[in-house]
């Protein structure tokens, strides 16, 4: 005689996944259209998920006020705990898909200028060893307040804690000069001392946006580290302003004028001939810190333990380079 198994009411209980997973889409985004967009459905599905978990749990989960909406005290609980839960899930199954074949995806966070002039040139070395890797770069200067759903594996920032659930370790500090391109010291000759760049074109990084960079240091602060003062410049004396380094950097190689560099980052292109150091000068800030931190759970992960031993590797080959320059 056939022995049937005992229907499981703990299980059957349970609301649908489905229903689940358009809860957290819509608790992230507070909205039930930016959902439905998340989810690639509709806005009237998104609404009926949410309207049969709410009358499978008999209380409400949102509070409807226009396009909004927002989280009760139920609803934030429910999404406390499934968050986590989904999140476990999505990272158990990630694993398991690595492990059959499919490649693997590491997200890395860092600044727009890491990733151009400290990332972007080494990456090719490597992805060309690591195949069976694929690298997410995702740039900001708001790395606390990052877009919902997003958990890189790795931040690369001047903050040793910058969420929890991860490690972090110091790589490097920063040291940082005058760099021009050899067109414009040849423009201008008197750029090969402090007063002459002093007197000359600066190209001057501002505040606005980066408060979650690093602490700011401009050309005031440099000048002021070398016991000169800027407000001695001339009242005619060019200075153009932008709060993207980037920009920074592009206008010292279109020869307008002379820029601070760190060093981890305009290296690369003084090597290359194509910044300079017009003087010797430099500013070291040896308690400002950079740091590399790891997601917790990826301690036994062995493509995210490459690129952690990766990055080490290229720091250290960095800091030979300055020592035998």
């Known amino acids: 005689m056939v ?3 005992k229907p499981d009411f703990a299980l059957l209980k349970l609301p649908s996944l489905h229903a689940i997973r358009t809860f957290v889409a819509a608790a992230r985004y507070q909205n039930f259209t930016r959902a439905a967009e998340a989810l690639c459905v509709s806005q009237a599905a998104v609404s009926r ?34 968050q986590l839960s989904l999140g476990n899930i999505s990272r158990t199954t990630e694993r398991i898909r690595g492990k059959s074949g499919a490649k693997k995806t590491i997200t890395l966070c860092c600044s727009p200028a890491f990733a151009r002039f400290w990332l972007a040139p080494r990456l090719r070395g490597f992805i060309t ?12 200067h708001s790395f606390f ?11 690369i920032t001047k903050w040793k804690r910058v969420h929890d659930g991860y490690t972090s370790q ?30 000359g074109s600066l190209l001057n990084l501002t505040h606005h946006g980066r408060s979650q960079v690093d602490e700011h240091v401009d050309w005031n602060l440099w000048f002021a580290y070398q016991n000169a003062d800027i ?8 200075q153009l302003l932008t709060n993207d380094y980037g920009t920074i950097i592009d206008l010292a190689l279109d020869h307008q004028g002379v820029a601070l560099g760190w060093n981890y980052l305009v290296a690369p292109l003084i090597e290359k001939g ?10 070291a800030l040896s308690d400002t810190l ?9 301690t036994e992960d062995e493509c995210s333990l490459r690129l952690h031993a990766w990055v080490l590797e290229q720091v250290r080959q960095m800091e030979e380079s300055v020592l035998n320059r």
């Not at 000759?189 to 007197?199: S, T, V």
């Not at 950079?290 to 990826?298: A, I, N, Q, V």
């Open 231 to 238: 407000k001695e410049r001339p009242a005619d004396a060019i």
């Open 129 to 140: 060893q690591n195949t069976d890797i694929d690298v997410n770069i995702i740039t900001t």
């Open 170 to 199: 110091p790589i490097f500090s920063d040291v940082i000069y005058p760099v021009c391109s050899p067109g414009y010291l040849e423009e201008n000759p008197d750029a090969n001392n402090l007063n002459g760049i002093l007197n």
């Open 145 to 155: 307040s990052l877009d919902p759903g997003l958990t890189p594996d790795f931040f």
């Open 274 to 283: 194509l910044l300079m150091r017009p003087v010797r000068e430099s500013m």
């Open 49 to 82: 998920q949410i309207r049969d978990l709410e009358e499978d749990l008999g209380t409400e989960l949102f509070l409807r006020a226009g396009r909004s909406v927002e989280l009760t005290s139920a609803g934030s609980l429910l999404f406390d705990t499934v």
């Open 3 to 5: 022995k049937h198994t």
């Open 290 to 298: 950079h740091f590399l931190s790891m997601r917790d759970d990826l």
